[in-house]
T-cell receptor, first 111, second 116 residues
Framework: KQEVTQIPAALSVPEGENLVLNCSFT??????LQWFRQDPGKGLTSLLL?????REQTSGRLNASLDKSSGRSTLYIAASQPGDSATYLC??????????FGPGTRLSVLP | EAQVTQNPRYLITVTGKKLTVTCSQN?????MSWYRQDPGLGLRQIYY???????DKGDVPEGYKVSRKEKRNFPLILESPSPNQTSLYFC???????????????FGAGSRLTVL
C-alpha cells in the first residue's frame, strides 16, 4: 500500500530565506505528484503537478522536483514571505488511480 | 468558473439525525472523493468514485455512505451521526487520464460539521 511522508512536520524561518520541503513515497509506480497549499480552516489549493515523466515544474518562486526511482519530491520556495505561511501537502496518484496524501508540513515565515 | 461546490459549509446537528453533505463539480470529472481532516490526523479519505455507479471505500468509511448516480454529484450521507464525526470535510474531483497523468485534483472549500 502506498504511503506518503513529509519532512519536516513543521518549519519556522525568517522572511527572505530559501527553503525546501520534502515528500517521500514508498511505491515508485505513480502517475503524478501534486503539491498543495492549505491555509488554516480553508480548502486545499493546487500549487504544482509533476507528471511521472517529468523531473520538475516551476511556478513563480516555487519549484518542485521529482525523483521517481528514489520515491522523493522536493518543493523549493525562494525568497520566502510571511504570506507563504500555510500547511503544504503532497499527494501522489498511484496506479490504483487513487490519490494518497502526506501529513503535511506546517510552514511559518516570520517578518 | 470551474469549481467543486460543497453544501452546507457549516452545520451543527445532534447525534442520530441523518444528514447529507452535497458535492457538485462542473468540470465533467470522472473521479470524485471525500476526505475528513482532523487536528493531528491529517487528511483521511472516506470514499471515492472512479465514475458513475462506481464507488470504493477509503481509509475511514465507517459511519458514512455515498452514491454516484450522476457524474457531477457525489453526496456524503451520515445516516446516524455521532460526535466522533465532528470534523472538517472536503470533496475533491479530477479527470481520469492515466496515460497523460494530468489528473489535477481540485478541492471544494470544505464543510465544517459539528455533531452534539
Amino acid at each position: 500500500k502506498q504511503e506518503v511522508t513529509q519532512i519536516p512536520a513543521a518549519l519556522s524561518v525568517p522572511e527572505g530565506e530559501n527553503l525546501v520541503l520534502n515528500c517521500s513515497f514508498t511505491d515508485s509506480a505513480i502517475y503524478n505528484l501534486q503539491w498543495f497549499r492549505q491555509d488554516p480552516g480553508k480548502g486545499l489549493t493546487s500549487l504544482l503537478l509533476i507528471q511521472s515523466s517529468q523531473r520538475e515544474q516551476t511556478s513563480g518562486r516555487l519549484n518542485a522536483s521529482l525523483d521517481k526511482s528514489s520515491g522523493r519530491s522536493t518543493l523549493y520556495i525562494a525568497a520566502s514571505q510571511p504570506g507563504d505561511s500555510a500547511t503544504y501537502l503532497c499527494a501522489v496518484l498511484d496506479h490504483g488511480q487513487n490519490f494518497v496524501f502526506g501529513p503535511g508540513t506546517r510552514l511559518s515565515v516570520l517578518p | 468558473e470551474a469549481q467543486v461546490t460543497q453544501n452546507p459549509r457549516y452545520l451543527i446537528t445532534v447525534t442520530g439525525k441523518k444528514l447529507t453533505v452535497t458535492c457538485s463539480q462542473n468540470m465533467n470529472h470522472e473521479y470524485m472523493s471525500w476526505y475528513r481532516q482532523d487536528p493531528g490526523l491529517g487528511l483521511r479519505q472516506i470514499y471515492y468514485s472512479m465514475n458513475v455507479e462506481v464507488t470504493d471505500k477509503g481509509d475511514v468509511p465507517e459511519g458514512y455512505k455515498v452514491s454516484r448516480k450522476e457524474k457531477r454529484n457525489f453526496p456524503l450521507i451520515l445516516e446516524s451521526p455521532s460526535p466522533n464525526q465532528t470534523s472538517l470535510y472536503f470533496c475533491a474531483s479530477s479527470r481520469r487520464q492515466p496515460s497523460s497523468g494530468a489528473n489535477v485534483l481540485t478541492f471544494g472549500a470544505g464543510s465544517r460539521l459539528t455533531v452534539l
